[in-house]
Nanobody, 116 residues
């Protein structure tokens, strides 16, 4: 059983930066990938990036120059560092743990609002 909890969302001005955290707990050895998604009301959930077993994150093409995923293995934390934020980055950001048993665990999401 795996639990995922996101944190770090908030209000940020355009051009600013924000770091989100995804804390993973439970049967961590069953996980092969952690993904970050985001969703705007009325739109489908959009993949931001994935950190898999290979250790090298893969990003949505449009975001790879501004977003960075990193991991703190000692703390079971996966970070999403966002920079040069734009109004269009406003969304609820979700973390998803993908397990070898095909089980997917989503967090509750954290709101990021980019506004002046």
């Amino acid at each position: 059983h795996v639990q995922v909890v996101e944190s770090g969302g908030g209000l940020v001005q355009p051009g600013g930066s924000l770091r989100l955290s995804c804390e993973v707990s439970g049967n961590i050895s069953s996980i092969y990938a952690i993904s970050w998604y985001r969703q705007v009301p009325g739109k489908e959930r959009e993949l931001v990036g994935v950190l898999g077993d290979g250790g090298r994150p893969v990003y949505a093409h449009a975001l790879r120059d501004r977003f960075t995923i990193s991991i703190d293995n000692a703390s079971n934390l996966i970070y999403l560092q966002m920079s040069s934020l734009r109004f269009t980055d406003t969304a609820v950001y979700y973390c998803k743990a993908s397990g070898y048993n095909d089980q997917e665990t989503w967090g509750q999401g954290t709101q990021v609002t980019v506004s002046s």
